[in-house]
Structures are given as C-alpha cells and as structure tokens.
C-alpha cells in the first residue's frame, strides 16, 4: 500500500531519532494525527527552537544564554568542587540524583586515538584552565568505565597540578542487583571500589 507522501516524510523524519524504527515511527505519525493543529504547531516550534540552545561557554552543558544555570548561579560558582563527565545526558543524569552541589565540566567523549580523539578535540585544556581559573581544590572525575573512560581518567589525573584531589566515581553492583547475574567487570570493579565499614 503506498502511503501519502506527507506522512511518509513524517515517518523518515521521526525514524531517525535514536531507538525509533519504522513501526514505531509510523505509530507515532499516526497517532499525531489525532491532535489538534495547534498542539502538532506548538511541537513543530519546539523542536526547531533546538537549533537556538547554546553551549555554556565554561562547563559546555546546553543553556539558553551564554551561561548555563549551575554556571550561573552564585552557590555553585563558589564550590572548589568540579564533576567532570563525558556527555551532557550524564551531568543530567547527576544533577537528578540532587546528591551534588558543586560544578560540572562537560567533556563531549573519552580520548579515542583510533577516532582521532584527542585532548585537543575535547578541549581538555579548557578544564585545567577552569581548574586554576577557579582555585577548584576537588576533582570527581564520572566518566563512564571503558578502556577510552580509564585512559581518559588516567590522562586528566596526570596531567592535574599538586593539591588538586583527583577522585573517580565508584562502580560496580547495582542497589538490588545480584551477583550471580552479574559480569566479571561489574565484579571486578566493585572490589576494587570496596569501602571499610
């Protein structure tokens, strides 16, 4: 059966999101056909006002003004504590657990020599610049366990001047999780992260 033209396009057009294939698309198409042309314009608007966020010019998570609002704000800016992660959708990730209160550094990926990913395509240096720039005392560094995610770690703590404390987020079992259904890894890193009671 050969489909309009313009839910087609609707179809390819919402296909190439992330974990969406064709039939969930068509789905998704579909079921916008129930509403009014107000809300489908309302969500056109939306998703084309993506294209206007900005990158905060000191911690690079996405803001709508120079600043992003962890950046901007007069408590965070006073934290000597700074979290450095790999993507955006982990600082988010932090931030939803409201456990840390200090500032955050947005890498955009691990070192990858085989990619071409070096310091300079993640503009490290922008974090030891930030790190003098704003007498930062702690380091976390919560950067995804993979052999990039350690080589990258080992990278930023070598190359972080004396009396920087230089910590890696702990790994391993999960709350509720149990060890027979877990990796070698998973194992691995959870006695290596093991804490005294």
């Known amino acids: ?75 965070r800016f006073e934290s000597q504590t700074l979290c450095v992660v790999e993507s955006i959708t982990d600082c988010i990730a932090i931030e939803n657990s409201n456990t840390f209160s200090g500032k955050y550094h947005v890498l955009g990926g691990v070192l990858n020599p085989l990619l071409g990913i070096g310091p300079d395509e993640l503009g490290i240096d922008n974090l030891f610049n930030r790190i003098k720039e704003e007498d930062v005392k702690t380091v976390i ?27 890696r987020i702990g790994f391993g079992i999960p709350i509720g999780g149990s060890l027979e259904y877990l990796d070698a890894m998973t194992i691995s890193k959870a006695l290596e992260n093991r804490k005294k009671m």
């Open 141 to 167: 560094l919560a950067v995804n366990p993979s052999v990039e995610g350690d080589a990258t770690c080992s990278y930023i703590k070598q190359s972080i001047s004396d009396g920087v404390e230089v910590d």
């Open 1 to 75: 059966m050969e489909l309009p033209e313009k839910l087609k396009s609707a179809i390819d057009g919402l296909s190439k999101i992330p974990g969406v294939g064709q039939k969930t698309a068509m789905r998704q198409a579909l079921s916008l056909l129930n509403w009014s042309e107000e809300e489908i314009k309302s969500l056109s608007h939306s998703i084309s006002n993506l294209t206007k966020l900005n990158e905060c010019q000191k911690c690079s998570m996405l803001c709508d003004e120079e600043l992003c609002s962890i950046c901007s704000s007069a408590d």
